[in-house]
């Protein structure tokens, strides 16, 4: 019984650590529940090889939350069969550094945002990691898994990666399907990870946001 409630107990301590963390940003569920969200390090099942999160809800400013919004009513547009998935939103810094302090030294670094540089767009809520599923909740091919730290999940060179037979012409046609709504609705893309997009520049974000702890 004593073990239950201790259980319990922190449980809530965690719950209210991150409802301050994420004070002023939004659950982008709430805003859209046609939306799904599956929080990559909310499992070990990522590049980091471990767990680094203790919730499940995806976070962004009102602002980027908005626009993701915008953009799933776009995709919609396009076909009703299909809806955004998240994967990753507003990340504590904390978590930030604990990735650095996983990949620092290593060829994946260079993907990790430096939390002594200031970190990155998702240590604010204005970044997010994000693909198409369809009405089975199957996610569309895109050549790579969703933190791919290779070459291969780069935009700039997909006509290459499709000649060269890295990825398909499917994913590649998907991969633009994606960049294309995602842009409309505000966001921009990354250079080297086709699934990640930015609501603003670094410098706005450190002038006019606030970092999540």
Do not use: C
């Amino acid at each position: 019984m004593k073990i239950k409630i201790i259980t319990l107990l922190l449980l809530t301590i965690n719950a209210s650590l991150y409802a301050q963390n994420f004070k002023g940003l939004v659950n982008i569920q709430k805003v859209d529940s046609t939306i799904s969200v599956d929080l990559m390090y909310a499992k070990s099942d990522n590049f980091v090889g471990e767990k680094m999160y203790n919730f499940n809800e995806a976070y962004l400013h009102p602002k980027a939350a908005e626009a993701l919004k915008k953009a799933n009513k776009l995709l919609k547009e396009i076909n009703p069969n299909l809806h955004l998935r998240v994967y990753d939103a507003a990340r504590p810094m904390r978590v930030q550094q604990k990735m650095w302090n996983k990949v620092k030294g290593t060829a994946q670094q260079n993907y990790v945002s430096n939390p002594a540089n200031g970190g990155g767009l998702h240590n604010y809520g204005l970044a997010v990691d994000v693909s198409i599923a369809d009405s089975r909740s199957d996610t569309l091919p895109m050549g790579t898994t969703i933190d791919a730290l290779t070459p291969i999940s780069h935009i700039d060179r997909e006509g290459e990666l499709v000649k060269d037979g890295k990825i398909s012409k499917e994913a590649a046609k998907n991969r633009l399907l994606l960049r294309t709504i995602m842009k409309k609705a505000g966001f921009r893309p990354l250079r080297s990870e086709w699934w990640h997009f930015n609501y603003t520049t670094r410098s706005d974000a450190r002038k006019n946001y606030k970092v999540i702890p």
